[in-house]
T-cell receptor
Framework: DADVTQTPRNRITKTGKRIMLECSQTKGHDRMYWYRQDPGLGLRLIYYSFDVKDINKGEISDGYSVSRQAQAKFSLSLESAIPNQTALYFC?????????????FGPGTRLTVL | LAKTTQPISMDSYEGQEVNITCSHNNIATNDYITWYQQFPSQGPRFIIQGYKTKVTNEVASLFIPADRKSSTLSLPRVSLSDTAVYYCLVGDMDSGNTPLVFGKGTRLSVIA
């Protein structure tokens, strides 16, 4: 969805480096999410935020941190990257409207940690 | 939220109707069912959502029996471009404060 953008789209880094992945959205949604995807493991939730002052851990938050700078921006940081954090990372947004929650995903960031 | 179970993979020939069934035995009264589609190297995208009976849109149909313990996504006359992973999710209508869980999905391979 072009309304959800992620930067960078690809990144190669070395073990121990600090990395930040950024997500921006123009959909005006309050809710934002970070997922990682590994081959054969589906999508796993890292962190989520239901509004600017809200941050929640997902199922695999260890080794990651997030910052919700504004309604439209949600960044994911790897404080000290390690090889098993090599994965495809997706940002998503949603809004709880009509008693349902539909998520819209960005194009993904492919991260390789050497 | 109810846990969902769906087949890991399915194969189909072009032109056939494909039905992917998802089990959600512990679905609650205030839960709804949503399906997403994910093409390789892209983020998932919403395809259909329902609470009970049948829902149809331009992409698919969703069949939900009266007991709501399962749901079936039906893709009519699939083509090679329908090759993707399909995820079944259950969401909470009351507050939506629990994030959706995607799981591993069903990998559909359409063969010419």
């Amino acid at each position: 969805d072009a309304d959800v953008t992620q930067t960078p789209r690809n990144r190669i880094t070395k073990t121990g480096k600090r990395i930040m992945l950024e997500c921006s959205q123009t959909k005006g949604h309050d809710r934002m999410y970070w997922y990682r995807q590994d081959p054969g493991l589906g999508l796993r939730l890292i962190y989520y935020s239901f509004d600017v002052k809200d941050i929640n851990k997902g199922e695999i938050s260890d080794g990651y941190s997030v910052s919700r700078q504004a309604q439209a921006k949600f960044s994911l940081s790897l404080e000290s990257a390690i090889p098993n954090q090599t994965a495809l990372y997706f940002c998503a947004t949603s809004d709880f409207v009509g008693n349902t929650d539909t998520q819209y995903f960005g194009p993904g960031t492919r991260l390789t940690v050497l | 939220l109810a846990k969902t179970t769906q087949p890991i993979s399915m194969d189909s020939y072009e032109g056939q109707e494909v039905n992917i069934t998802c089990s959600h035995n512990n679905i609650a009264t205030n839960d709804y069912i949503t399906w997403y589609q994910q093409f390789p190297s892209q983020g998932p995208r919403f395809i259909i959502q329902g609470y009970k009976t049948k829902v149809t849109n331009e992409v698919a149909s969703l069949f939900i029996p009266a007991d709501r313990k399962s749901s079936t996504l039906s893709l009519p006359r699939v083509s090679l471009s329908d090759t993707a992973v399909y995820y079944c999710l259950v969401g909470d209508m009351d507050s939506g404060n629990t994030p959706l869980v995607f799981g591993k999905g069903t990998r559909l391979s359409v063969i010419a």
